[in-house]
């Protein structure tokens, strides 16, 4: 090569590097004032190096967020790896960002839990807000959570509610206390069974629906984690032991998910001219692309269903009986409203239910104090946005803090009593916990509102109602304090199930 040749390269070579250099410089410049010229970014706290933040939230995440927000302010910047979160904690942050900005915040992030555990977010509660999302919340309004489905399957609930308290009758006969969370997952799931699957789940209340109930509460409990992976994928590897623990619970549930459909399909001749939910939604296999659902869609959807669907409700009822027993003053008062409307000559119906406002007042009570997801199932940003001033930026995760918004003494007077009166006065008792007073916001709000929330307040309602009309209760021999501690995941679960003693107090024949 001659001399003149490695000039003339050498002289390219360094035209390159000056263009890369201005190319990054530019691109600093450009980055430097657009930052100087957005709003600033929420405040929060600095966290570490690498890891950001994630030291700082321990195991009970809700909590940390709560305790941080008092410094930080109602709407709160953390950053965790590579990944950005922002915390509302407040009625007014929460209304901004899931009634105000709520269409760029109607789509979920797609993290290790929901990946290993729910299909790749082919379900319902994580799909990616779309077409496939609207036709799957369209099939269960129309066929299981809309008002006419609700009031359809009202005798299915009033069968399953009898054959509980029959199997708590034998316990009061025995003497024996009744274990009330596989009880109340017993019968949930029962009916959950019968409106998908024209049948029960469980024949009796055995060992078997006890090891569905440890399965769900798992489920629940790794769904909630965030690996490492999620937050530096470079040290993803750390994560192995959590996500064979991931693999091996979505394996369980798939097989019998698995099992459910293909008996379904083997009997579908048996429900022509009455077909169930799982029918209509197996009808969708075979239907153009716009309106298809793949068999990922469909698991998933019935993992909705039976997971989320059982653990939600069932720990509601629980925390409240939990409550009532730590201030029995509340179940004589709810028990006197109910003999004055209903008397004991019968069971409490559905239709009673509006002549109670002090039942009522408890159930949202224990919605507010206990709520089942305490932190809002994540969201994410779909663009760049401002919320109240403070710049979010595109895919941030957001998180909304309902149990701290439950327990803020601005907004309760002794928040963490549990006070049912608090509804009846002039001021709170037209709270509505269905998304639109986000005082009270248990199940979410906006286009991903929780789907099945009319469902789960009916059967708050009706089943907690019956069990405080039906039996006294007290705490089993040598039990003198009740655990009030909470495991956090999905659904906020009683560390220590609830074990109590019943006695029946209807006539005889109510329990028929």
């Not at 029962?190 to 569905?212: C, H, K, M, Y």
């Not at 769900?216 to 994928?233: C, F, G, R, S, T």
């Not at 077909?275 to 296999?285: A, K, N, Q, S």
């Not at 909705?304 to 509601?316: C, Y």
């Amino acid at each position: 090569m001659t001399l003149s040749a490695i000039f003339q390269d050498s002289f390219l070579l360094k035209q390159g590097l000056v263009a890369v250099l201005l190319l990054i410089i530019t691109r600093y410049v450009i980055r430097f004032l657009f930052r100087k010229s957005r709003p600033p970014l929420p405040p929060g706290p600095y966290g570490f190096p690498i890891v950001g933040a994630l030291p700082l939230i321990g195991s009970m995440p809700h909590v940390s967020f709560a305790k941080m927000a008092k410094k930080y302010g109602p709407i709160m910047y953390l950053k965790f790896g590579s990944q950005d979160m922002v915390v509302a904690s407040t009625p007014e942050a929460a209304k901004a960002f899931l009634k105000t900005h709520d269409l760029n915040f109607s789509s979920r992030p797609i993290d290790a839990g929901v990946h290993h555990l729910a299909y790749d977010g082919q379900d319902m509660v994580n799909a990616e807000y779309g077409p496939r999302w609207t036709l799957l919340r369209k099939v269960c309004n129309t066929h299981m959570f809309g008002s006419k489905a609700i009031e359809n399957w009202a005798h299915v609930r009033v069968s399953e509610v009898g054959l509980m308290l029959q199997d708590m009758l034998e316990a009061s006969r025995k003497g024996e206390p009744v274990l009330m969370p596989t009880m109340l997952s017993y019968l949930t799931a029962n009916v959950i069974g019968q409106v998908v699957l024209s049948r029960r789940v469980f024949a009796t209340n055995s060992s078997e629906s006890n090891d569905f109930k440890v399965l769900v509460v798992e489920m629940m409990k790794y769904a909630a984690v965030l690996l490492v992976k999620d937050i530096i994928p470079a040290l993803g590897f750390l994560d192995r032991g959590t996500e064979r623990k991931m693999k091996k619970l979505h394996k369980q549930v798939d097989a019998m998910i698995t099992k459910m459909i293909e008996e379904h399909i083997a009997t579908s001749h048996e429900r022509k001219e009455h077909p169930d939910l799982l029918d209509v939604i197996l009808t969708y296999r075979d239907k153009p692309d716009g309106e298809r659902l793949s068999i990922e869609n469909i698991k998933g959807l019935l993992l909705n269903l039976f997971v989320a669907g059982t653990d939600t409700s069932s720990s509601i009822v629980e925390w409240a009986l939990t409550e009532m027993l730590k201030n029995p003053t509340i179940f004589k008062k709810a028990q006197e409203e109910m003999d004055q409307v209903i008397g004991r000559d019968r069971r409490l119906e559905e239709s009673d239910i509006p002549k109670l406002p002090y039942l009522q007042a408890i159930c949202k009570e224990v919605l507010r104090k206990h709520p089942s997801t305490p932190l809002n199932l994540p969201r994410l940003a779909s663009e760049d946005c401002v919320v109240n001033g403070y710049f979010i930026p595109k895919n941030t995760r957001l998180q909304v803090n309902i149990w701290a918004i439950g327990r803020d003494p601005d907004l309760w007077e002794n928040p963490l009593e549990f006070t049912p009166e608090r509804f009846l006065t002039e001021k709170n008792k037209k709270i509505d916990p269905r998304g639109n007073d986000f005082e009270l916001i248990p199940f979410g709000a906006g286009r991903r509102i929780c789907a099945g929330v009319r469902m789960g307040m009916v059967q708050v309602e009706y089943v907690l109602g019956t069990l405080i009309h039906s039996f006294d209760w007290k705490l089993p021999e040598g039990v003198k304090e009740l655990d009030m501690e909470e495991i956090f995941g999905l659904t906020l679960q009683k560390a220590v199930p609830l074990s109590a003693m019943v006695s029946p107090r209807l006539a005889p024949n109510a329990y028929v």
